[in-house]
């Protein structure tokens, strides 16, 4: 019995190793698309794309929402694939949606600024949207480090903004244990990088150098585990096609401008100036406290890049009385690709949008 169990099992491994084999012979990296939502690039600044999704009802909600994405990674992890897109559900559920593709920093962007990012390029899209559509403000949707942006250029340009949703967003950068700051310990975190030296050695900031950093978080789980746990997927076509195209989006990483990197980390991570009311952009200081507009916290409660207390700390500092959070029992990843959580979050978007639609 145990010599025929043991054949059936090397049947069943060569089986699969045969499978995968086959799969591994049909996928190219050609063939493997991140972002299958159709658009169309509407307005271009330097570097920058700024992309209008086709709406897919005849009318949709009439203030249409840009989404600003973090510098670091692409932004259409919001568009992985069609059976997980936050953007396709938003648009299924009525709103008009534009993108921000902050594309790839070379050389000639080494002295860009966090003031050339919000009150330039972000502030230009935002411009190009409110004209077209004959708007004073439109809803605005910020993503991790986006998110950021998105509070800075809210409380600066309060007028331009009617709706402001944050997703796993940081505010307080110094909760304690949390692995990229500067009080979590970590010696990838934020203390721990020279960022003067970095930036006058290297000018801009390697994204592969930054991805290996985000890697190394949870390098067990990130580095070894999830290659491990291929074996059992690599004959199914579909789930090995949805693994590859998830590396490819991790591996997608753009260099940052040294000059941004640099004010980044030393305001933000090092010096927790955003919620201190100190951050400088230009000649203009961040106070969150200006802003008034109705604000959605959205937060990933099993956020190990974003601590839930790092982006719950916004209800403490926001000057609004029109105050939402809501949280989802999954990762900062999770928010994008859990197949779940995409049947429950956009639902909650369109839903806090369409009630303050009409309201002044």
């Known amino acids: 019995m145990q010599f025929e169990n043991a054949i059936a099992q090397y049947q069943r491994a060569t089986q699969k ?22 658009k169309t690039a509407v307005y ?42 936050l953007v396709a559900n938003l648009l299924h559920l009525g709103l008009d949606v534009y993108l921000i593709d902050w594309g ?39 993503i991790c480090q986006g998110g950021t942006f998105s509070l800075c250029y809210s409380a600066l340009h309060p007028g331009k903004v009617k709706n402001l949703i944050v997703m796993v967003t940081p505010v307080d950068f110094h909760i304690p244990a949390a692995l990229l ?33 985000f890697l190394m978080l949870k390098p067990w789980q990130q580095g070894v585990q999830k290659y491990l746990d291929l074996i059992d997927i690599v004959d199914d076509e579909d789930r090995l096609r949805n693994f590859i195209r998830m590396e490819k989006w991790i591996f997608d990483s753009p260099d940052q401008p040294g000059e941004v990197y640099r004010q980044f980390l030393k ?21 969150l406290g ?47 690709v859990s197949g779940k959580v995409q049947k429950t979050l956009p639902p909650v978007i369109a839903e806090w949008l369409q009630a303050r639609v009409n309201e002044p």
């Open 104 to 142: 790839y920093p070379t050389r000639a962007d080494r002295w860009l600024t966090l003031d050339d990012y919000i009150n330039g390029y972000l502030d230009r899209c935002i411009d190009w949207i409110r004209t077209q559509h004959q708007l004073p403000a439109i809803n605005l949707l910020g």
């Open 17 to 38: 190793f045969l499978s995968s084999i086959s799969n591994l012979s049909r996928l190219r990296e050609d063939q493997i698309q991140v972002g299958v939502t159709p």
């Open 267 to 287: 305001d933000f991570y090092q010096q927790n100036k955003l919620i201190q009311g100190s951050v400088m952009l230009g000649e203009q200081r961040v106070n």
């Open 44 to 85: 271009h600044d330097d570097k920058v794309t700024l992309y209008r999704f086709q709406p897919v009802v005849a009318q949709p909600i009439p203030i249409p929402i840009l989404i600003c994405y973090a510098l670091i990674n692409r932004p259409l992890m919001v568009d992985l694939q069609a059976e997980r897109s």
């Open 181 to 213: 700051n500067c009080q979590g310990g970590s010696t990838l975190g934020a203390a721990a990088i020279d960022i003067d030296l970095a930036v006058e050695a290297a000018g801009n900031i390697s994204g592969d150098m930054l991805n290996y950093e």
């Open 290 to 336: 200006q802003i008034k507009i109705p604000v959605l916290n959205l937060i990933a409660e099993k956020d190990h890049l974003v601590m839930p207390a790092s982006s719950l700390a916004l209800g403490q500092y926001v000057g609004t009385q029109d105050y939402t959070v809501r949280s989802f029992p999954v990762g900062h990843v999770g928010m994008y």
